[in-house]
C-alpha cells in the first residue's frame, strides 16, 4: 500500500523536475525558482527558494554527497548551488547558449552533464567547474540522460527518439532509435543484475516517451567491449505520452508519470502494475525515488509535489538511514536494519530479521552458527552474502566518518592523499597516481586535457600538512 503523506505546493507555475538527495528533496519550476526541503519534517528550508535563473528551470540534481546541487533552465546556465547555505558556486553557460534541458552528476562526483534543446551536451569537471568535453546528438533536442553506475558511461536521450551511449572522453558507443515520437525520460539502475550468462555484468534501463510506452533495457558497461544495449520487454498501462520514470534504489521497482495524470508503480521484475496513483489534476511530469529509503515524490503541471509512503512491510518512515557511514550502526533500530536489507538486496530475509526483532547490535555481532542455527537460515549462499555485506559495514564504521573534503581528494583516484604533488597545470595530485598516469605516454593535464608544459611535479607540503591535521582532528 502507497499513503499520499504530504503535498508541496509552494511553486506558482508547473513543476517541472524533483531530485531527493539523503536529507532534502530538491524541486524545480516554470517559475524560474529552485526550492529545497527538509526530509525529516517536508519543511522548506531556510534559504529556499533559489533564485538566479532568468527563465524556466527545467531540471535539478544532487551531487551524490548532497553536499551541491546543479539545476539548469531556459536562460542557457547550469548553476551549481551549495546545499548547506543555499550559495551559487558556478554558472556554467551552455557553449552555444541554447536552453539547457537537462542536468546530472555522476556517481563518482567527477563530472557534471548538461544537455540542450540544440543536441549539445557538455561534461563539465565538477572539481574545476569547467568545461571538460563536448559533443552533439545526430538529430533532435537532448532531453535526458542518465550515469552508469561506475560514471565511465552514460546515456542520453532525444526528442528524435533516439538512446545514445558515451564515454567518459565523449565518445559516442552506441546509438539506436528507441521511441518514435521521441524520448522524454531515461534511467539507469544502480543495482547489477545477471542475465544468465554473464554475473552482475548488465544493469537494467527504462526509456519513456510520447509514444506512451515505456521500455525496459539490459546495458552493459565494459572498457573492452563498449557498451551493449538489449530491449527486454515494453511497460503497458498509460494511456498518454509517459513524461518521466525512475527506478528505486534497489531497482526492484520503477515509476513513472505521464500526460494522462496517472503515476504508476511496477515490478521490475515481472513487469506488474503494483500501484496507480491519480491525484494530479494535470500532468505528471517527474517521479523520484529516494534513497536507501521508500519515499516516492511525484510533480505536476498542477504545481504541487506529492510524498507518498510505502507501507510498513516496505520500511521508508521513522528513522531514515540518510547514509551507512554517518549513522554509527549499533545504533540502528529494528526498521534501520530492515531499511538496509531491502537496500542490500536481502529483502527475502525482512520475515526473518523482523521475528527475531534483529537490531544494529545484534547485526554486528551475527555469525555462520547464528545464522544457521538461531536463524535457520539454510541457504550457505545467503548465510555468506549476509556476513559479506556485514563486513562491508564494519569496514565503513572504521573508516572516516564524514565526507572528506573534496580538495583532499586526489582528481585521478578520488583518494585521499598521501604524498601531494602540485603539476604544471597548477592542480594538485596523488605523486603516484600521476606518475602512473605520466608513464602511459600521457603529457596531458587529467583536469584540462591540455598538453602539460612541464613533467615537473613540486611537493604540496601545504596540503599535506592541511590533510594531517585534518585526519588528526577525526581521530580525536
Not at 513487469?271 to 510533480?299: D, E, K
Request: with cysteine.
Amino acid at each position: 500500500m502507497v499513503t499520499l503523506i504530504h503535498t508541496l505546493a509552494d511553486h506558482s507555475d508547473d513543476v517541472n523536475y524533483c531530485a531527493f538527495s539523503s536529507s532534502c528533496l530538491a524541486t524545480c519550476s516554470l517559475d524560474k525558482t529552485v526550492r529545497l526541503y527538509s526530509l525529516n519534517d517536508f519543511a522548506e528550508l531556510p534559504y529556499s527558494p533559489l533564485r538566479g535563473h532568468t527563465y524556466a528551470v527545467h531540471c535539478c540534481c544532487f551531487s551524490p554527497s548532497g553536499h551541491t546541487l546543479a539545476s539548469c533552465s531556459t536562460d542557457g546556465t547550469t548553476m551549481v548551488w551549495d546545499t548547506r547555505d543555499g550559495r551559487r558556486l558556478a554558472v556554467l553557460e551552455q557553449p552555444s547558449g541554447s536552453p539547457v534541458r537537462v542536468c546530472r552528476f555522476s556517481p563518482e562526483s567527477t563530472y557534471l552533464v548538461s544537455g540542450a534543446a540544440d543536441g549539445s551536451v557538455v561534461l563539465w569537471n565538477t572539481q574545476s567547474l569547467k568545461l571538460y568535453r563536448s559533443g552533439n546528438v545526430k538529430d533532435g533536442s537532448l532531453v535526458a540522460c542518465a550515469f552508469s553506475p561506475n560514471g565511465n558511461f552514460f546515456v542520453t536521450g532525444s526528442s528524435c527518439g533516439d538512446l545514445t551511449i558515451w564515454d567518459d572522453k565523449m565518445r559516442c558507443l552506441c546509438n539506436e532509435k528507441t521511441h518514435d515520437l521521441g524520448v522524454t525520460c531515461c534511467d539507469i539502475s544502480s543495482q547489477p543484475i545477471s542475465d544468465g550468462e554473464h554475473e552482475s555484468r548488465y544493469f537494467q534501463m527504462a526509456s519513456c516517451g510520447q509514444d506512451n510506452q515505456i521500455k525496459l533495457w539490459l546495458i552493459s558497461f565494459a572498457d573492452f567491449l563498449g557498451a551493449e544495449l538489449k530491449y527486454k520487454y515494453t511497460l503497458s498501462g498509460h494511456s498518454a505520452p509517459v513524461l518521466a520514470c525512475a527506478f528505486s534504489y534497489d531497482g526492484r521497482m520503477l515509476v513513472s508519470g505521464s500526460v494522462d495524470k496517472c503515476v504508476i508503480i511496477y515490478e521490475t521484475s515481472t513487469g506488474n502494475i503494483l500501484h496507480t496513483l491519480s491525484q494530479h489534476t494535470r500532468y505528471v511530469t517527474t517521479c523520484a525515488f529516494a534513497p536507501f529509503v521508500l519515499l516516492l515524490a511525484t510533480g505536476s503541471m498542477d504545481k504541487t509535489v506529492n510524498i507518498w509512503q510505502f507501507d510498513h512491510e516496505q520500511p521508508c518512515s521513522g528513522n531514515i538511514i540518510q547514509n551507512e557511514s554517518k549513522m554509527a550502526v549499533e545504533n540502528w533500530s529494528e526498521e534501520d536494519v530492515l531499511a538496509w536489507l531491502h537496500v542490500q538486496g536481502l529483502t527475502d530475509l525482512v520475515g526473518i530479521f523482523k521475528m527475531n526483532n534483529i537490531d544494529g547490535k545484534e547485526l554486528l555481532n551475527l555469525t555462520k552458527e547464528s545464522l544457521m542455527n538461531e536463524l535457520k537460515i539454510e541457504s550457505l549462499g545467503l548465510r555468506s552474502k549476509v556476513l559479506r555485506k556485514i563486513e562491508e559495514l564494519r569496514m565503513k564504521m572504521e573508516s572516516v566518518s564524514v565526507a572528506i573534503p573534496d580538495e583532499f581528494l586526489c582528481p585521478i583516484t578520488r583518494e585521499l592523499m598521501k604524498e601531494p604533488v602540485i603539476a604544471a597545470d597548477g592542480y594538485s595530485y596523488e605523486k603516484e597516481a600521476l606518475e602512473n598516469w605520466l608513464n602511459n605516454k600521457r603529457r596531458s593535464s587529467p583536469m584540462t586535457n591540455l598538453p602539460l608544459p612541464s613533467l615537473l611535479l613540486t611537493p604540496n607540503r601545504s596540503l599535506k600538512v592541511a590533510i594531517s591535521r585534518w585526519l588528526e582532528t577525526q581521530q580525536k
